[in-house]
């Protein structure tokens, strides 16, 4: 299979010839013809797919606006082609990837997917907004009550803002012992959640305080009567969350 770039409508010929060794030889050749794309994109609907095709000296860059908070899902499928999201600015906030599904959590605002390389491709994405809450620091942190749920998002600008924890304040009525639960959807990067009583003293929720890299994680621990606040904390994990305890 190979591909080639024009920037122009028009005829195209191919050539086939054949070394001294070979007397005869066939050939199967199907030609389809790609959108051309240009340096600024156009700007896709949430679930529409884009076919496209892109030179590595001019990237192609498709304008997404994020109404609120939530997860942005990017499904890339082509040969020899980099897909990366970008900030208004179009920086670059997020790992490459070649092809596949990649996720990112995003804020409300304007990103770009920007597609580098060289080759064919199919693009979409697809929004889903999440609620979340500003609770950075222990002074903010978010009343968590036993059996209900917060979600939560992890931005990709968020380790640059410093924005790497989300802290909740649990009530446990008795000795017991509680039950925390975490549903990830995002890239599986690490996270970590520990609690702390009151004091401040830090107690470890979960073997040295590491989430396991899958999307669903739940751990125990014996705990006295008292109130709690527990931090999850994100390094390099860009996606949505919830959480919830009993």
Known sequence: NFSVYTENAGKLYLLLSLDKTHQSASADIQVKAYIKTVTTGRALKSGEWENGYVHYKTPAYYPVNAK????????????????VLCNSKKQEV????SSGISYAGVRKGTYYIKVKQSGAYKLQYTFTAVKEKKNYKSKKAVTLKSGKKETGVF??????????SRWYKITVPSNKTIKVQIDRQGALNPMYLSLYQKSGKKLKLYTYG??????KNTGKMKVEKGTYYMELESYGYIGTYSIKWK
């Open 68 to 83: 609120s908070s939530g997860l942005l899902k990017i499904n890339a499928t082509g040969d020899g082609i980099s897909v």
């Open 94 to 97: 997020s790992d490459s990837f």
């Open 155 to 164: 931005a990709c600008d968020d380790a640059k803002k410093k924005k790497t």
């Open 210 to 215: 590491s989430l396991k890299n899958k999307k």
